[in-house]
């Protein structure tokens, strides 16, 4: 991605897809998603999932709401838990 494409924000199905093809995975934190109860989406007012992403290196964290809203945000992640 570059910051010519960031300046329309795409569709978060596009993005994840992007991030995929990069080589980015999904993981799941608790604690990550333990820190976001309560968020609300700004434009839904519905309760955004929690999806994080690495690529083994860089963590990223994204608050995704329902497709028929398609807000999301993305933010730095802690590193995934390298406990079994």
């Known amino acids: 991605m570059t910051l010519e494409q960031f300046r329309n924000k795409p569709a978060w199905e596009v ?3 992007a991030l995929l093809d990069r080589g980015f995975a999904p993981y799941w934190d608790p604690d990550a998603e333990s ?17 994080g992403m690495t690529d083994g290196t ?11 809203c398609g ?5 730095p992640a802690p590193a995934p838990s390298r406990l079994p």
């Open 71 to 75: 807000e999301w945000i993305g933010f």
């Open 58 to 68: 860089t963590s990223l964290g994204f608050l995704a709401c329902r497709p028929e």
């Open 15 to 17: 993005y994840e897809a």
């Open 35 to 51: 820190n976001i109860v309560g968020i609300t989406c700004c434009r839904c007012r519905g309760v955004p999932s929690y999806v």
